[in-house]
């Protein structure tokens, strides 16, 4: 079946503007995480949404990030007021549930803010 | 505070040896471990995970891996190397008590023929 999709696969944007990212997960998979990745280092967490609610935002760097998964399935991360720091790789993981479940990962989003 | 650390940035093997790629990591509880490899422009693609039972996990491509308590360690290895395996490997550890996967920095292998 269809793997985690992610699009788009790249955004330049200029400082300042506002961004979405949009994630659709492996049909019926519960759990879906998104993660952030800077050159050279390993995956952040972000934030973790079991249904349609986030479970735990705890990863979010600050109040310009937000995420929503209004129906459950497909989800967005919106990031307003860009700037040149919040330029890496977002990445969006889904899983069926539960902590032992491997996540599996979407290709990312390669966003530049300039 | 959990943490995963993966102390060399690369690792140089000949094609045909064997390989290991270490990790270790520091959880307050049980941990449940992981090993993801990352192809250049692609998505990260699990190899293997520890949960429970046997300390040898064995995954995808051939590659294992050892569950050490004592030395909280969770090496990556494979007995025979290809040229294909020529990635960037990552060790992920998560904590019982929350969904949140903690990456080390990851581990740039390379096989040369």
């Known amino acids: 079946g269809a793997g985690v999709s992610q699009t788009p696969s790249n955004k330049v944007t200029e400082k300042g503007k506002y961004v979405e990212l949009r994630c659709d997960p492996i049909?019926?998979?519960?759990?879906l995480y998104w993660y952030r990745q800077s050159l050279g280092q390993g995956p952040e967490f972000l934030i973790y949404f079991q249904g349609t609610g986030a479970a735990d935002d705890s990863g979010l760097p600050n109040d310009r990030f937000f995420a929503v998964r209004p129906e459950g399935s497909v989800s967005t991360l919106k990031i307003q007021r860009t700037e040149r720091g919040d330029s890496a790789v977002y990445l969006c993981?889904?899983?069926?549930?539960?902590?032992?479940?491997?996540?599996?990962f979407g290709a990312g989003t390669r966003l530049s803010v300039l | 505070a959990q943490s995963v650390a993966q102390p060399e940035d690369q690792v140089n093997v000949a094609e045909g040896n064997p390989l290991t790629v270490k990790c270790t990591y520091s959880v307050s509880g049980n941990p449940y471990l992981f090993w993801y490899v990352q192809y250049p422009n692609r998505g990260l693609q699990f190899l293997l995970k520890?949960?429970?039972?046997d300390n040898l996990v064995k995954g995808s491509y051939g590659f294992e891996a050892e569950f050490n308590k004592s030395q909280t360690s969770f090496h990556l290895k494979k007995p025979s190397a290809l040229v294909s395996d020529s990635a960037l490997y990552f060790c992920?550890?998560?904590?019982?008590?929350?969904?949140?996967?903690?990456w080390g920095a990851g581990t740039k292998l390379i096989i040369k023929p």
């Open positions: 993981a889904s899983s069926l549930a539960g902590t032992s479940d491997i996540q599996y």
């Open positions: 049909s019926g998979h519960t759990a």
């Open positions: 992920a550890v998560r904590d019982i008590s929350n969904y949140q996967l903690i």
């Open positions: 520890y949960i429970t039972g």
